[in-house]
């Protein structure tokens, strides 16, 4: 489950730059010793896993009240846990730092840090290699869509995902040192697994963070599900559209008794004066009821489904929509205010259950 190595040398810098802490070696390789102002010192075993989903911190969790056994106070090192995993981290008083947000809490009986740092400049660019972002989300996206039990080629990848070998290359390379992905056998016989589709699906939430072009419409209808309704007149576009965010996440995974404002991906090279012609609407400002979303790369339509072909959907089958994929309407919902995280967690549990075929 985790990589009992020894600490880390960013886990020192970040620890060292919090005022008043007192960070020193333990008795052995993977403890540290820390104290506040000169306070007595607390023991704290460093487990470093690159990646936390929630599930593995509820394994994590689960094995230490299963065990009879005294475990020691944990400090997890990790690059950067998902707001889900962090509320869960602290409920349980689990002590964690995350090396690419700078984030430091720090819980144990008489010591209590709960800070942000400065992080290396370092640390940030190593971070860019190969971020899924645009082209690599798209290869992150089919992994859990085609993946998920099946062996994984890098020709099978490339092709499904309509990228590069050498692409499809450095992201498994990279996934394989997240301990996301497993290697098998070498040479022409060498294929991945899937390990981790949890830590796998956070580390794509936190990463496709791509800026994208939006305008907004406002499009009269006497309900939320009417409003829905008349998206099918995008159907018309010669080129693809797809409703995401929250809307998507709430047709996949139902939550919300009434369904929010939809936000519609549209072709990078179609006119939202267009968009807003066919749903008899008009360009606002202020007061929109959709967001158009548009991206250079087009990404979100590599793997769009059609509603009326996913059986699964129940009562939002009434509806013939273009859909992002389960997992990206996750990534886009995720980070949304409001009860956006509730929908995204609901939607989260379809994804890594067998609901995707």
Known sequence: MSDRTSVPDWLFRILRQVTGLQVELGAHSKELSIAVSGGSATTFECVHMPVISQERANDLIAQRRSSPRHWPILLLATRQLGAPTR????????????????????????????????????NRLQSNRTRLLDKSG???????????????????????????????????????ELKLVTVHGSGPNRFWKLSDPGGLLDTWANEELQAVQTTYLYVWSG??????????????????????????????????????????WIDSRVSASEVAHLLDGELVEKGSNVQLWQSGSNAAFRNSVRSQ??????????????????????????????????????????ILSNAIS
């Open 87 to 122: 509320e869960l981290l602290r409920r349980e008083n689990i002590s964690w730092v995350e090396e690419l947000s700078g984030t430091c809490r720090l819980s144990a009986p008489g010591l209590l840090v709960d800070t942000k740092v400065a992080t290396h400049p370092t």
């Open 138 to 176: 798209v290869i992150a996206e089919t992994l859990l869509l085609q993946f998920r039990t099946e062996q994984i080629r890098l020709s099978d990848l490339a092709r499904l995902a309509c990228a590069s070998a050498a692409l499809a290359s450095r992201v498994l390379t990279r996934l394989a």
């Open 223 to 264: 309900s939320p599900d009417k409003l829905i309704k008349k998206l099918e007149a995008l159907n018309q576009l010669s080129t693809p559209w797809a409703l995401g965010g929250t809307a998507a996440a709430n047709l996949y995974a139902p939550t919300l008794t009434i369904n929010p404002d939809p936000a519609v």
């Open 309 to 350: 072909s996913q059986p699964d959907l129940g009562s939002a089958r009434q509806f013939d929509l273009c859909m992002v994929s389960m997992p990206r309407a996750y990534v886009e919902a995720v980070h949304v205010s409001g009860r956006s995280p509730e929908v995204a967690g609901n939607l989260r549990e379809r």
